[in-house]
């Protein structure tokens, strides 16, 4: 009998620590004495993009490539990818899908507004704002819970893994990761086994890719015109963000041109008066102008406080 492939997605936004997710269940899974794959998926962008990394283990050795298309287990750190079509999250879901979300949402609420027949989760640490300051700890909740949900690794099996993937970081980084990743495998103990491995994929039974037929046009017509100016202004990458750099005007020296310069968008704009002015609408939260700043006259905050402070009133 062929050994069952267990198929993995995690999905996250860049800084939760996805790809540190899944190279901590992978090492996990290899202690545990299986065959491993584990890979991550995203662009070029930066924090708080949309990616995704995949994990998948068998008792035999696996032959098969690229990303998970039906997976067996889907985490998801950050809710807010749910409803992005270009996220993915729900791609390839069948009913004996298992669909874990950090979330404070009950599953009962989700299966609801979601209307799947699969098995869904809560994993509530991480939800509502406490994962903006702390987002590599969801990382290491989500491959907790996910080596508890798989029921072949052991509590040893995940504090090594964790202690090999996150040893050079020091001691302090492994102990922070260690006891959030063992309370969720803690917190799953009455659904170890849930996940059940998938069939291996027959390679004569195969599904074409879906294409979409599109008539030959002239080329002025169909041609996209990528050098057209402006063209990226009107997408909101603002919306990736997870912390929003906030300007503090009475440290601001008005040096005019260094946070300016060293944004890798152009997001920051200076003023008549010298002054930084941020895009919010465009800036993606890289904080590299949270670094160049000479005075520190920029910090950090958390995207839902922020929000929530410009909605009451009260400046950020």
């Known amino acids: 009998m062929t050994a069952g492939i267990y198929r993995i997605r995690f999905h996250g936004?860049?800084?939760q620590g996805m790809k540190t997710a899944s190279r901590m269940l992978g090492s996990a899974f290899f202690a545990a004495g299986l065959e491993v794959q584990d890979a991550p998926?995203?662009?070029?962008?930066?924090?708080?993009?949309?990616i995704f990394a995949y994990v998948r283990a068998s008792a035999a050795p696996i032959d098969e490539r690229g990303i998970i298309r039906r997976p067996d287990l889907v985490v998801v750190a950050d809710e807010t990818l749910i409803p992005v079509p270009a996220a993915g999250v729900l791609a390839g879901i069948t009913p004996r899908t298992v669909l874990l979300v950090a979330s404070r949402d009950s599953p009962e609420a989700w299966r609801r507004r979601?209307?799947?027949?699969?098995?869904?989760?809560a994993l509530?640490?991480?939800a509502e704002g406490q994962d903006r300051p702390v987002q590599p700890l969801v990382g290491a909740a989500c491959a907790g819970a996910a080596a508890r949900l798989v029921g072949v690794i052991g509590r040893a099996d995940l504090d090594q893994a964790i202690t090999d993937?996150?040893?050079h970081l020091g001691d302090a980084v492994v102990a922070a990761n260690r006891a959030q990743a063992l309370a969720a495998y803690d917190r799953f103990a009455d659904q170890a086994g849930l996940v059940a491995p998938g069939v291996p994929a027959d390679a004569t039974r195969w599904e074409p890719p879906a294409w979409v037929d599109l008539p030959f046009e002239d080329a002025r017509v169909a041609a996209p015109i990528i050098h057209a100016a402006l063209t990226s202004e009107a997408?909101?990458?603002g919306a990736?963000?997870?912390?929003r750099p906030v300007v503090d005007p009475a440290r601001c020296n008005r040096c005019w041109w260094i946070c300016s310069t060293f944004c890798p968008d152009g997001a920051i704009q200076v003023g008549p008066t010298g002054a930084p002015r941020i895009d919010y609408e465009h800036c993606k939260g890289c904080l590299i102008c949270v670094a160049q700043c000479p005075p520190h006259a920029i910090a950090a905050l958390p995207e839902r406080e922020a929000v929530a402070r410009a909605a009451a009133g009260a400046a950020p």
């Open 13 to 15: 936004r860049g800084g």
């Open 41 to 50: 998926r995203y662009g070029a962008e930066r924090r708080g993009a949309p």
């Open 114 to 121: 979601l209307n799947l027949e699969s098995t869904i989760l």
């Open 124 to 126: 509530p640490d991480f």
């Open 165 to 167: 993937e996150l040893g």
């Open 235 to 237: 997408v909101k990458t």
């Open 240 to 243: 990736w963000r997870t912390l």
